[in-house]
């Protein structure tokens, strides 16, 4: 065992994987497919809403205007299995399914925060920026 890989007490000290950093600009690399997830509207609106608290289906459907049940599903499911989201199911007459966010998913909320604040406050300047353009364009 490596120096520093036990506890005072002598017992195995158990680590994190570690990973070698991706490149996203690299054609294989897996990154490209998270940067998929995380640039998806419907992640970053479910991850904001579910960082309010946990939530059910259907709240989140009636919360998020414009996003089908199977597009929520289906994100809901690729959210679940990168971590992002916790799925709950009770046992009840009928099935009661919650979701919630993650410790991981947390952090993304707070990378992705600055940039939700960038798009609600700037979009005048990029609707102005479009205008001229159409205006040149035509």
């Given at each position: 065992?490596?120096?520093?890989?036990e506890?005072s007490?002598g017992?195995p000290?158990?680590?994190a994987?570690?990973?070698?950093?991706?490149?996203?600009y690299?054609a294989?690399?897996?990154?490209r497919?998270?940067?998929?997830?995380?640039?998806?509207?419907?992640?970053?609106?479910?991850?904001?809403t579910?960082?309010?608290?946990?939530?059910r289906f259907?709240?989140?459907?009636?919360?998020?205007?414009?996003?089908?049940?199977?597009m929520?599903?289906?994100?809901?499911?690729q959210?679940?299995?990168?971590?992002?989201?916790?799925?709950?199911?009770?046992?009840?007459?009928?099935?009661?399914?919650t979701?919630?966010i993650?410790?991981?998913?947390?952090?993304?909320v707070?990378a992705?925060?600055?940039?939700?604040?960038?798009?609600?406050t700037?979009?005048g300047?990029?609707?102005?920026?479009?205008?001229?353009?159409?205006?040149?364009?035509?």
């Amino acid at each position: 065992m490596q120096e520093g890989t036990e506890t005072s007490s002598g017992h195995p000290r158990e680590t994190a994987p570690t990973f070698e950093r991706g490149d996203v600009y690299a054609a294989e690399c897996p990154t490209r497919q998270l940067l998929d997830r995380i640039a998806d509207k419907w992640t970053t609106l479910l991850l904001t809403t579910l960082d309010g608290g946990e939530m059910r289906f259907n709240a989140l459907k009636r919360r998020i205007e414009g996003v089908s049940q199977k597009m929520l599903s289906q994100t809901l499911r690729q959210m679940e299995r990168d971590g992002l989201v916790l799925r709950h199911v009770e046992a009840t007459v009928p099935v009661s399914v919650t979701y919630e966010i993650t410790p991981l998913g947390r952090t993304l909320v707070a990378a992705l925060t600055p940039m939700i604040d960038w798009a609600e406050t700037r979009m005048g300047d990029v609707e102005a920026a479009r205008r001229a353009y159409d205006a040149r364009v035509v």
